[in-house]
């Protein structure tokens, strides 16, 4: 089963910018629609952003739009996540998730079935 790990979370300031890796040991992620996913305290998992095997991407949330953007890195087998301009709205537990029976972008959570275990970022002065 694929196993996924997200990395470059931690504490940040308003308004600083945040990169999140996503990668797999063993697999290479171009064979995956990979999405990135939120979820704060006492709310539920949301799409952050979307990437098909192809490279269409979406990006997810009115708020989210125009901040932030996500990329394949095939050299070193990593979906990358950079938001800009931080808010502490953006706090939350991220995770990177995998699909390989879409070849295309979904807000859905149940269409992916491969997760890492998530990591934090939380954005404050």
């Known amino acids: 089963q694929l196993q996924l790990v997200e990395s470059g979370g931690g504490l940040l300031q308003p308004g600083s910018s945040l990169s999140l890796s996503c990668t797999a040991s063993?697999?290479?992620?171009?064979?995956?629609?990979i999405g990135w996913f939120r979820q704060a305290p006492g709310k539920e998992r949301e799409p952050v952003a979307c990437?098909?095997?192809?490279?269409?991407?979406?990006n997810f949330g009115d708020a989210q739009k125009g901040r932030q953007t996500i990329s394949r890195d095939q050299a070193k087998n990593t979906v990358d996540l950079r938001i800009n301009r931080l808010e502490p709205d953006d706090t939350a537990l991220y995770y990177c998730?995998?699909?390989?029976?879409?070849?295309?972008?979904?807000?859905?959570?149940?269409?992916?079935?491969?997760w890492g275990q998530g990591t934090q970022v939380t954005v404050s002065s």
């Open positions: 998730a995998a699909s390989s029976r879409n070849t295309y972008c979904t807000p859905n959570p149940s269409d992916f079935e491969a």
């Open positions: 063993g697999s290479s992620l171009d064979s995956y629609t």
């Open positions: 990437i098909t095997r192809g490279g269409s991407y979406i």
